[in-house]
Structure formats: C-alpha cells, structure tokens
C-alpha cells in the first residue's frame, strides 16, 4: 500500500499521534515520498562537526554523551532527516571486549593485531556492558531530545567486517591476514566470530533498551567473500544476531548492510531475516527489487560522488531511485557514507528532491 504523506486522507486523527515516517516504512509501508536519512550524515562535512571534532579525538567524542549526543543532532537540525543514526563506531566493540584502539590521522583505526589463540583469550566479553554505558547514555539523551517525528538508531558492525580489523591491526584494501586466518585456522576464526556474534547481539539489545528504535549492521567488507565463505563468515552470524534480537526485542526493525554483496545480497536478505536490504552504490537497485520479496524493504542507494558533485545530476539520479521503488517498501539513503568533502547545500539540495513530489 502506498501512503502520500502529502495527502490529508494519510493523516490519522489527532487523537493518535502519527508514527514516524522511518518505522513505517522499515514495517513494510510503502510511503511517498519515502523516508529520507544518509550514512555518515554526521560527518566532516558539516563545519559544525569540525568545529567539534577540533576540541577532543575521536574516541572521546564516541564515549562522551554530550558529545555524541550533539553531534548525531547536527544534521538532523540542519536537513530534519528521518533517522538520527547514534554517532559511535563500529570499533567500539573489539575496544569494550580489551583490544587496544587508536585512531591516528591520515591512517584511521591502529589495534594489537590479534593472530592468536592467546590474543583472543585476552578478550572479556564481560567488560562490555560496562564500557558501553557512554553509548547508552546517548541514546537515552537523544530519545529525549529528538523531534517526533525522527527515528532514533543504533548500530554495529558485522562480526565478520570486526573482525577484519581486529585480526589486520587496522584498515586494508584486502584484509588478507584476515582472510588467510579464515582458511587456514578455520577453528580459530570461527571462535571470535563466535564472540562477536555473541558480544554484537548483546550490545544491540542495550542499544534497544537505551532508546533505539532500529538498528543496523554494517558489513562494509563482506564482498571480499566468495560465496561459501560469505555464506559461512556473513550471512550465518548475522542470522544468528537477528533472532536474538527477535527473541529478546520482538518488534524491533533490523537492517542490514552486506556491502558489495553483488549477487549474494537476495540471499543475504532472504537467510539472514533482516527487515530492510541497504543496497551498495554498486547495486541496481530495480534489479534487486525483481529478486526479492515485495515486503523486504530496500534502502539505498545514491552514489555519494553523486551528491558531492551536486547540480542537476544529483537530483536526477535521486528522483530516479526514488521513483524507480514507488510502491514497495523504500528508505532513501546513499550506497556508503557522505564524503568529508561534500557542500552542505548539497545534503539539502539532495533531501529536497527527495521530498518535492
């Protein structure tokens, strides 16, 4: 079913307060115009973030709530998003369980490269909760300071995409320590995906009780798979996280975001019993809605060089996408996150498309 919002007939008495756009929409309701957010919305791009980002690092900015929680309220000031996605990380996790972490400049995220059993013994899974409570506490601040008509998120990284950073040490093109431990220690591979699996549903759970509305799983490196292993490595942990999530949380919408997935996405959607498909820049998004359920709702998935050029281009190709998905289950977003260098008038030209029906 499709809802104009624009049409009074969509408006529900004013004795029951209307539902917000996103959750709608991640319940299966096709809205037009569909909701509107963008990964790493909160972001350099923004002088306000920068004007932030020159008073504390990043951690401290992550694990302090003021903070994090003015930063995640940036942009929906400026652009009324419909989703307000928790500004953290989805390295917090190998840091709460005691891997060391730093983030250098020019370099990005710097661990203890963990290729051992004795590594992986080192790590508490019951130091979690505690050193997460900053993250919570966001949440809890945010639930109260949103409009409401805004959907608040959390998130987490896929173990698999964790995982990778944890064994490497810090960012790759190819993760090949990571994909090298894969296959020749099965065994040990598999037990801090298992930990992960474990430690991520956890931390999700605390995210939902904190005030999450949805949540989101980033798998930014699982198109590095080929399929057995993709199957092994993304698809089973993250259907296992799901169902502790259903089991725990009934309700709860998930979304789930297999990046660079290609032709393994339906079947990541299909086994994994995500609500919602994030689709990749690199993923025809018309195609993909041919190979899934009408009820999977799709989220994507402009290209973010697309938006940091701007101009005619941009609102082409987001009424495109827009259009393309009139009457299934849709939420605008980008296929990654907004460049650092990206106009700001940009992100406003872009939502503004998106609404103008």
Known sequence: ?????????????????????????????????PPVWLMRQAGRYLPEFRAMRDKADFMT??????????????????????????????????????QSLAFEEG???????????????????????????????????????????????????SPFTVACYMVEGCGSREFGATREMALTDPELFGRLIALLTDSTAEMLIGQIDAG???????????????????????????????????TARPGTRIIGFPRLAGVMAPAYARETGVDALACDTSADMA??????????????????????TGGETLRREARAIRDGLRGRPHVFNLGHGVMQDTPPEHVAALVEAVRDV
Not at 15 to 22: G, H, N, R, Y
Not at 69 to 87: H, N
Not at 111 to 138: G, M, N
Not at 287 to 308: E, H, S, Y
């Open 1 to 33: 079913m499709v809802r104009d919002l624009s049409s009074p007939s969509a408006v529900p008495p004013s004795s029951t307060p209307p539902a917000k756009p996103l959750l709608r929409a991640l319940a299966g309701e096709a809205l037009w115009p």
């Open 61 to 98: 900015r992550c694990l302090t709530p003021d903070m994090a929680v003015e930063l995640t309220l940036q942009p929906i000031r400026r652009y009324a998003m419909d989703g307000a996605i928790l500004f953290s990380d989805i390295l917090i996790l190998p840091w709460a369980l005691g």
């Open 107 to 157: 370099r990005g995220p710097v661990l203890d490269p963990l290729r051992s059993a004795a590594d992986l013994a080192r790590l508490d899974p019951a130091r979690v909760a505690e050193a997460t409570e900053p993250v919570r506490e966001t949440l809890r601040r945010l639930s109260r300071e949103l409009p409401a008509a805004t959907t608040l998120l959390g998130f987490a990284g």
């Open 212 to 246: 999450a509305e949805a949540v989101m799983l980033f798998d930014s490196w699982a198109g590095l798979l080929p399929p057995s292993q993709f199957r092994r490595h993304v698809i089973a942990p993250t259907r296992r996280i799901v169902e502790r999530l259903r």
């Open 287 to 308: 195609q993909i809605a041919r190979m899934v359920p009408d009820t999977l709702v799709l989220q994507g998935n402009l290209d973010p060089f697309i938006l940091k």
